[in-house]
């Protein structure tokens, strides 16, 4: 079936430390990748995507890379904030149009000062 | 303001005792989706719709109904909750078939005693 898989969490890091969260794939198809953002008390946000293979997703300073080769989709930042702290969801969707993502179960990311 | 609406953003009811949740967008989308966020688990779909008067099962569909009688609401019905319903759940909307970016209300958080 089509699943994604993220690092288990939850991750601790002090400010201005790299960060990497891993996700991995599986589906039949061609997924279009996404990272999704949750802070404290709210909805998810879409923080980047990528459509096809070898494409690169950034935002906010976030990056992520297609990989096809290794079916992942890893988030990174060379240099987190304190205002990074929040749950951060790997989805994919299997083909454009189609209404359903499916989601990892989430990483939550907390930044000391 | 762009935005998905969803209310009551807390509930907490007994088991048996209908109850619905209500998801308004100002955007004009097309399409709407309902999901719950359980913890290890990420988000799953409940029901989607396409257009008015069109919605279709999603992953978990079990003991939910929905309605799409206009455009800019798509209310979640549970008829019959039960303890296990018990979740954080959220209602989304795209606006149409060429698009992969999903919009995400604040989340109803609902518990079932």
């Known amino acids: 079936g089509n699943s994604v898989t993220q690092m288990e969490g939850p991750v601790t890091l002090s400010e201005e430390a790299f960060l990497t969260i891993n996700c991995t794939y599986t589906a039949t198809g061609y997924p279009s990748l996404f990272w999704y953002v949750q802070y404290p008390g709210e909805g998810l946000q879409l923080l980047l995507k990528?459509?096809?293979?070898?494409d690169k997703g950034s935002n906010k300073g976030f990056e992520a890379t297609y990989r096809k080769e290794t079916t992942s989709f890893h988030l990174e930042k060379g240099s987190v904030q304190v205002s990074d702290s929040a749950v951060y969801f790997c989805a994919l969707r299997l083909i454009q149009g189609a209404q359903k993502l499916v989601f990892g179960q989430g990483t939550r990311l907390t930044i000391n000062p | 303001e762009a935005q998905v609406t969803q209310n009551p953003r807390y509930l907490i009811t007994v088991t048996g005792k209908k109850l619905t949740v209500t998801c308004s967008q100002n955007m004009n989308h097309e399409y709407m989706s309902w999901y719950r966020q359980d913890p290890g688990l990420g988000l799953r779909q409940i029901y989607y719709s396409m257009n008015v008067e069109v919605t279709d099962k999603g992953d978990v569909p079990e003991g939910y109904k929905v309605s799409r009688k206009e455009k800019r609401n798509f209310p979640l019905i549970l008829e019959s909750p039960s303890p296990n319903q018990t979740s954080l759940y959220f209602c989304a909307s795209n606006p149409g078939q060429l698009t992969d970016t999903q919009y995400f209300g604040p989340g109803t958080r609902l518990t079932v005693l």
């Open positions: 990528a459509t096809k293979a070898d």
